[in-house]
């Protein structure tokens, strides 16, 4: 099975950074996925890492350490519209469950202004 | 219609109704999913369908039954629920390739109270 752990909440002002971890422990591992989900609505992808190192798309970046079992999401240049929950989704590594993702209980960020 | 879509967006029923969710996927994808997401908990996977086929159960209760008549639609059928149903039952979609990254497309949900 897979355990995944992130903070519950994190608040921060608007035009900060914060820096959302995710740690995982699992049995196999095929990449991982962080979506944001506004209240209310369907989460919508962020990012994807399956291998070390940052990757960037504008105001987020996420890095992932396979060896630590670890991620984080930063959010740079915080907009209040990026007041949402953060899920953070691990997908496993046998052909049986190459379609499934587990996924940590969501981090909800606040920002205020 | 785009995207993944889910009706009813909210339902309220009792013990011993019967209701069925709804799932279309306009996105030409291969798998779909249903999950049920409660307050503070991860979204916890119930079904995936592959290629119409049911490859996952995660010991679901049978009072919820789904059905996949083609690889656009997906449908719940609930009978018989619990309060403790009540929750986000949430619809996703992806393509599905050979140990490729397949993000899942979701639904806006269903939210559901069972009285």
């Known amino acids: 099975g897979q355990n995944i752990d992130q903070p519950t909440e994190m608040t921060a002002t608007e035009g900060a950074i914060v820096q959302i971890n995710c740690t995982y422990q699992?049995?196999?591992?095929?990449?991982l996925f962080w979506y944001q989900q506004h209240a209310g609505e369907a989460p919508t992808f962020l990012s994807y890492n399956v291998l070390d190192g940052l990757e960037e798309k504008g105001r987020f970046s996420s890095f992932l350490s396979r060896s630590k079992g670890y991620s984080y999401l930063l959010l740079k240049e915080l907009q209040m519209k990026d007041s949402a929950s953060y899920l953070c989704a691990v997908r496993g590594m046998t052909t049986d469950s190459w379609g499934k993702l587990q996924f940590g209980a969501g981090t909800q960020v606040v920002v205020t202004p | 219609e785009t995207g993944v879509t889910q009706t009813p967006r909210h339902l309220v029923m009792g013990m011993t109704n019967k209701k069925s969710l709804k799932c279309e996927q306009h996105?030409?994808?291969?798998?779909m999913y249903w999950y049920k997401q409660s307050a503070k908990k991860p979204l916890e996977l119930m079904f995936v369908y592959n290629f119409k086929e049911q490859t996952e159960n995660n010991s679901v209760p049978s009072r919820f039954s789904p059905e996949c008549p083609n690889s656009s639609h997906l449908f719940l059928h609930l009978h018989t629920l619990q309060p403790e149903d009540s929750a986000l039952y949430l619809c996703a979609s992806s393509h599905v390739r050979d140990r490729g990254y397949n993000e899942q497309f979701f639904g806006p949900g269903t939210r559901l109270t069972v009285l």
């Open positions: 699992t049995s196999g591992f095929n990449g």
């Open positions: 996105l030409g994808h291969n798998a």
